[in-house]
């Protein structure tokens, strides 16, 4: 039974390789595979089979794989949880009818979590998460009561940018914002104003590197006040025309590392256990998105490492984790795909990218009348695909393949030339045209 079908949960949106989209601050704490839902006492409600249970610090997610569909129950519901217990004792009648091998060994391997939970108007119900597959279910069952515990879905939305920014019409102001406002009179209040803002910010900093759990529930914080040093910068940058050029550089040194703020919630072993890298894979293929985009449809593989590690912060990967997450997207229908070059390159491209279409723009720089005298570098053509050099060469070399370009092999290097073999009449091969692409050669060469 697909996720959709349970109507009483609020469905939850999902990325394009099937991933739970989070929310601002809401950071993932646990995966569970093979996870049903069920009701304990109110048959109306129709329960979950096989999701997978993704529990966040704000929602316990259902994602129906097949569909890619999901509904998500949030923690804010939940008015108590009961610990893990492997009996099916819950309905005396679903046993009395169920065969007796079948129910003892289904009770020996399937644990059941109990919570009670309020449903809008204003009913309980009590609800039971079964997990049919071999997990640490008391470890998932901590992480509940943490998540539950630390409330992160009460913390209130950041205050607004620095003065003087625009705010949009209509638009409820934030409740800090809010709780700041007091009276601020001439330039002692907005001091005052400045000075509790930054002191607000130098205690987050110091509160995050604590420890490890402390720097996780500041996420959220950190993120935002990142956000609001780079408005700062942008702001300060367009007033200040008139500063020298190193400080300027400084800025945008430090604008661009703001801008790289990456993955809020990278997928970890220890969140995801044996999920991990089939949710790496996922995630991967949810990250390279953009950057695909932007370099035109494909990204050398070495790059993606770089990118992807910048992105999940401490939360490094290996060379090998990023191999088998990439070897993972064969099985899983995902925009992007693993591609080897001849030569041993291995990069990551969109299942939309065309060679046609590079083969195209390399045969148009090609057939320039300064190309067709002295040829093409892989620099010539990283200049006009606006990619790497590296990755330029394996494209020229892919052309040659495929009977498009001639490579001439100097001490400078790599040239190619448009094949003009294409141009030869096998019938008559001494004539010469005095039109085509043969005939512009002719003419500049002499």
């Known amino acids: 039974m697909s996720a959709a079908a349970a109507e009483w949960l609020p469905s939850a949106a999902v990325t394009a390789s099937g991933r739970p989209v989070l929310s601002a601050g809401e ?15 109110n048959p109306r409600l129709a329960p979950l089979r096989g999701c997978l249970l993704a529990l966040t610090s704000h ?20 008015i108590h949880a009961y610990p893990p217990h492997r009996r099916h004792s819950h309905n005396p009648l679903r046993s009395l009818f169920s065969s007796s091998s079948s129910s003892s060994s289904s009770s020996s391997h399937h644990h059941r979590i109990r919570l009670q939970i309020s449903l809008p108007p204003a009913r309980s119900e009590v609800v039971a998460i079964v997990v049919t597959c071999k997990a640490d279910v008391d470890v998932f069952f901590g992480r509940l009561l943490e998540a539950i515990r630390a409330t992160a879905w009460e913390v209130a939305p950041a205050a607004a940018p620095a003065s003087g920014a625009p705010v949009a019409e209509g638009a409820a102001p934030a409740e800090e914002d809010i709780a700041i406002r007091m ?10 104003m400045e000075q509790e803002a930054w002191e607000n910010a130098g205690q987050n900093l110091q509160d995050a590197f604590q420890d490890l759990n402390a720097l996780m529930s500041k996420a ?42 990456g993955i809020v919630s990278p997928v970890t072993k220890e969140t995801a256990g044996a999920l991990y890298h089939q949710q790496l894979s996922l995630q991967l293929a949810d990250f390279v998105r953009i950057p695909l985009e932007k370099a035109g449809g494909m990204i050398a593989l070495v790059d993606v490492y770089c990118l992807f590690n910048r992105a999940r912060g401490t939360e490094l990967i290996s060379p090998e ?12 229908d995902v925009p992007v795909m693993l591609r080897k070059f001849d030569s041993g390159v291995k990069v990551i491209q969109t299942k939309t990218h065309s060679d046609e279409e590079v083969f195209a723009r390399i045969s148009s720089l090609a057939q320039k009348p300064d190309a067709l005298q002295k040829g093409i570098s892989p620099s010539d053509a990283a200049f006009t695909l606006g990619i790497a050099p590296a990755l330029a060469k394996e494209h020229l070399l892919n052309a040659e393949n495929n009977g498009l370009l001639c490579r001439d092999v100097s001490p400078d290097g790599f040239r190619f030339f448009i094949n003009l073999f294409n141009e030869i009449d096998p019938q008559n091969i001494y004539s010469q045209k005095t039109h085509g692409l043969y005939h512009a050669w002719i003419s500049i060469a002499s």
């Open 27 to 41: 950071v993932e704490r646990n995966l569970l595979p093979l996870v049903d839902l069920e009701p304990e006492e």
């Open 59 to 78: 929602r316990l997610v259902f994602l129906h794989e097949p569909s890619r569909s999901a509904r998500a129950l949030p923690l804010a519901t939940v």
């Open 183 to 192: 009276p601020v009179v001439g330039v002692s209040g907005i001091l005052r």
């Open 220 to 261: 959220k914080e950190m993120m935002q006040l990142a956000e609001k040093m780079r408005l700062k910068l942008l702001t300060n940058s367009s007033a200040q025309l008139n500063s020298n050029d190193e400080e300027m550089g400084s800025k945008q040194d430090m604008q661009d590392w703001l801008l790289s703020v």
């Open 321 to 332: 984790d990023l191999l088998q997450a990439c070897s993972l997207w064969e099985k899983v």
